[in-house]
């Protein structure tokens, strides 16, 4: 359990601002109603509020934990190397003559 | 300032539809230019990381929208390759049953021996070939385990895929350019026969003059503006996009039925917690289905990702999602996608795509089975837990409309092909039944749900259309000849 975070309150996204990026390329006004989600879940008062409307906190709850657990290291704790992925990619592109 | 380009064709748009159709036109002599509103992607930016590959390959970050009962995110590619570049890549040809529908209803002359020769040289041009059980990965053999305990029909999809290695990440970009999406496939082709690829160009306008085709005007993201002056036209924006250019530049109205006919194959999926380790990213991620409802309008097939995708899809929420997030390298996940016979409608809002689209109650229902036979499906294969789309406490049998999770990503319909002008948008070849020299080749021609993945109906659709344009039949090929992709 030691990979499990105990809240998603806490940092989002520690490597890469990916969830930053996700949350800005997303139209108004999305994008508006995310920020208010993220800001509420982040805070005891704000879950508090969201709890009484689980669509709310069901939406806000995923899109902590996609940044969540984007970060390498829990990532990676769970059996995930998404930068090992990646080097694999470019390393068989490169030595097939790949796009 | 205005550059002007001169061609015999202009197409409009990189994906599944605009790809094919330059490619073929270009090997077939014709002058081609496309423009393609979104940017070229290079595999090296390739992060395999959900949030970042969502912000930079789809189209408002993937969170383009549905408004109605149940809202339905509906994620679209974009730029060069188009959805196909962020598909699983499955490939179904379209089914018989659908082709006699489209007969009847639509008097559309497409029958399985008409398409077959579009269907093979697609097939050829793109790799495509049968997920094996090694690749398919542990989620596969979950599902495979759980069908074959309760005898339903089922198999390894195929896909177009090349030295696949199993990244588990086809939808957020494939590392391995293993994937044969059309940017890597079509667009070289394309190029090398002369084509010109234009990048971050948006099309505003259709030039027609007295009913007849003339080009395209289109902004440039670096600025300025690009006129190509051509007598033929292929708009191939993707089945959201396409009728509000068309509406914007007053074609193809003249039915009613722009924008209108929206199918989108609306789909959800569930998690299992397996008492074996599954890794559910190791291997493809879309290798295997279950078909023994697809008379009822139910087509299970697979779906998995990396930690951030699983964490953002699994219905759970507090403790119990970090419980089960724990027991990731043993969770399982599988989809299921209705073929809808709900209807939506396209229309703009201040340059916008506003998407309606309202499930019905025959969809609802199938839902319910669809889902009570998913849960059956991961018990059979031997689950301890199951984790469904649902409320709490909502048992499949009662879940209401507004109990639905949904995601779509097959959108269909929006100008759709009927031989009657009084009917359809384009006729059986895909011109617009206004006006000359205008035609569309992409999912919106496409006039029904089809009940499976539709790529590779919408290329061999477009590849009939080029041979059409050029007034060529198909060449025979041998059964094992590839066409081959410049690199």
Not at chain 2, 85 to 108: D, K, Q
Not at chain 2, 199 to 222: K, S, Y
Not at chain 2, 253 to 282: D, I, K, Y
Not at chain 2, 410 to 436: C, F, I
Request: charged share 20%; with cysteine; net charge positive.
């Amino acid at each position: 359990m030691s990979a499990v975070p105990d809240s998603l309150g806490g940092r989002p996204d520690s490597h890469g601002g990916g969830l930053d990026r996700f949350v800005s390329a997303a139209p108004q006004p999305q994008r508006a109603g995310m920020r208010v989600l993220m800001a509420l879940a982040r805070r005891p008062r704000g879950a508090a509020l969201l709890a009484r409307a689980p669509l709310a906190q069901q939406a806000a709850h995923a899109i902590l934990a996609l940044g969540r657990y984007d970060e390498p290291s829990l990532a990676r704790a769970l059996g995930w190397d998404a930068d090992a992925v990646a080097a694999r990619g470019r390393e068989l592109r490169r030595a097939e003559g790949r796009p | 300032m205005t550059e002007i380009l001169d061609a015999d064709v202009c197409v409009i748009g990189a994906g599944a539809g605009g790809a094919v159709v330059a490619a073929e036109l270009a090997e077939g002599g014709a002058r081609v230019v496309v423009l393609e509103q979104g940017p070229s992607h290079d595999a090296d930016d390739f992060s395999a990381r959900p949030p970042e590959m969502l912000a930079r390959l789809y189209r408002d970050g993937g969170q383009t929208t549905t408004l109605g009962t149940p809202p339905i995110l509906l994620p679209l590619g974009r730029g060069v390759g188009g959805t196909t570049l962020v598909n699983s890549g499955t490939c179904f040809r379209t089914p018989p049953r659908v082709l006699e529908r489209w007969a009847g209803e639509f008097g559309l002359e497409l029958d399985e021996a008409t398409l077959a020769p579009c269907f093979e040289r697609v097939e050829r041009s793109l790799s495509v070939a049968e997920v094996t059980p090694e690749l398919a990965g542990a989620n596969a053999a979950v599902a495979r385990r759980g069908a074959e305990r309760l005898g339903w029909s089922h198999g390894y999809l195929r896909r177009n895929a090349r030295g696949c290695v199993g990244s588990g990440v086809c939808v957020f970009g494939c590392p391995t350019s293993a994937k044969q999406h059309t940017g890597i496939t079509y667009i070289p082709r394309a190029t090398a026969a002369g084509a010109r690829i234009v990048t971050g160009a948006d099309v505003r306008e259709l030039i027609v003059t007295a009913g007849e085709a003339r080009g395209a005007r289109a902004r440039l993201a670096g600025g300025g503006t690009l006129e190509v002056r051509a007598p033929s036209v292929v708009v191939a924006c993707g089945t959201i996009h396409t009728p509000l250019l068309l509406a914007r530049n007053r074609l193809g109205a003249g039915s009613g039925q722009l924008g209108l006919n929206l199918a989108l194959h609306p789909a959800t999926a569930g998690f299992a917690l397996m008492e074996e380790t599954v890794n559910m990213a190791r291997g493809v991620p879309q290798s295997f289905y279950v078909d023994e409802f697809a008379d009822e309008g139910v087509m299970f097939e697979g779906v998995a990702g990396p930690p951030a995708y699983a964490a953002m899809s699994l219905p759970l929420t507090g403790e119990r999602h970090a419980r089960a997030m724990a027991d990731y390298p043993r969770l399982a996940q599988f989809g299921l996608m209705v073929s809808d016979s709900s209807r939506g409608r396209v229309s703009s809002l201040a340059g916008r795509p506003v998407i309606r689209y309202s499930l019905g109650e025959q969809d609802v229902a199938k839902f319910r089975l669809g889902l009570a036979r998913l849960h059956e499906l991961f018990v059979a294969a031997g689950a301890r837990e199951v984790y469904l789309p649902l409320p709490a406490g909502v048992e499949p049998r009662r879940a209401r409309v507004r109990d639905l999770k949904l995601m779509a990503f097959h959108p269909l319909g929006t100008a759709r092909a009927d031989a009657r002008a009084a009917h359809g948008v384009v006729d059986g070849d895909l011109a617009l039944h206004d006006v000359s020299g205008v035609y569309v080749a992409d999912g919106s021609v496409v006039p029904s749900a089809l009940g499976v993945n539709p790529q590779l109906t919408i290329m061999a659709l477009a590849t009939r259309l080029a041979f059409r344009l050029l007034g060529r039949a198909l060449p025979r090929h041998n059964d094992n000849e590839e066409i081959a992709c410049p690199s």
